[in-house]
């Protein structure tokens, strides 16, 4: 792929983005949603992101693994516990990845 198609395709990309989100802005307020679709909509976010990582954490290797020697898994874990308990966005990361990466060292040992 040359530089010209590597810019087509990310002005091709931008444009169908922009696009796509302008006129959803733009309609936002001749709309009205019922109440109870807005606070649904509201965990869209948190239902696709868990979609897109329990296979990682669950499958690290493209197979089930739900044993302790999992550091995907133990890191998940301590990161919910933490998110659950603290509610903090930047200590849930903070412990989930340094779970993970002591895990993933004392595994490795």
Known sequence: MTTVDSVI???????????I??????????????????????????AVLTAIITPMIVMPNQQLNVALNNPWLLGAAAAFLVGIWRQQQLLTIVVGVLVFFISKYLVGL
């Open 9 to 19: 395709v990310i002005a091709g990309m931008f444009l169908v983005t922009f696009g």
């Open 21 to 46: 989100r302008f006129v959803l802005f733009a309609r936002a307020h001749k709309v009205s949603m019922p109440e109870w679709l807005e606070k649904a909509l509201r965990y869209v976010p948190v």
